[in-house]
């Protein structure tokens, strides 16, 4: 019998191209991408299944990848892409903000992020649900998020003092 997998796993966007119905948003992130000038942290917000952390982990990829392309997406075969493909990358982090909601562990992130990237340039903290920290945690986390260290990006789903992208529903006709 073969693995399982949930469909939004299975189907999940690889590109910013094939994010559905988010345009906007992908043009801004590749621009800023292109002109290398990415915020510190950005705020991803929306409904659910729009595309807010398979957005977040192409722009992870992408701005890690050592040959991107043209159109500035990710190559998929240098070796910072396939450890990012394969789930290995020591420069993305994904932290479950509902299940991970205490001081000690955001203490353990901040800890984490005092240490250089370890191949390409840029440490990425995708931090889903971030809104469900406790307000303890969200405070210990807040002076890092505010500050970070200069290789040192943070990629929310749904609160902070970061740059704010809100997603649009997926329209039939972008589908």
């Known amino acids: 019998m073969s693995e399982f997998v949930v469909s939004a796993r299975k189907y999940r966007p690889q590109t910013f191209d094939t994010v559905v119905g988010q345009k906007s948003i992908t043009s801004t992130l590749r621009n800023a991408i292109k002109n290398d000038h990415l915020a510190q942290a950005f705020l991803f917000c929306g409904s659910r299944g729009v595309g807010k952390t398979s957005t977040a982990r192409i722009l992870a990829k992408t701005i890690n990848c050592f040959n991107r392309t043209e159109n ?82 943070f990629y929310l789903s749904d609160h902070g003092k970061a740059q704010n992208h809100p997603y649009n529903i997926v329209s039939m006709p972008d589908i």
């Open 72 to 153: 500035i997406e990710a190559c998929d075969k240098c070796e910072s892409c396939e450890s990012f493909n394969s789930g290995a990358s020591l420069n993305v982090y994904e932290l479950d903000g509902a299940s991970n909601n205490s001081v000690e562990e955001i203490r353990n992130l901040i800890d984490k992020v005092r240490v250089a990237p370890q191949l390409g340039t840029h440490k990425i903290y995708i931090i889903d649900e971030v809104h469900m920290l406790s307000s303890s945690a969200f405070n210990a986390f807040l002076k890092t998020l505010e500050e970070p260290p200069q290789a040192c990006y």
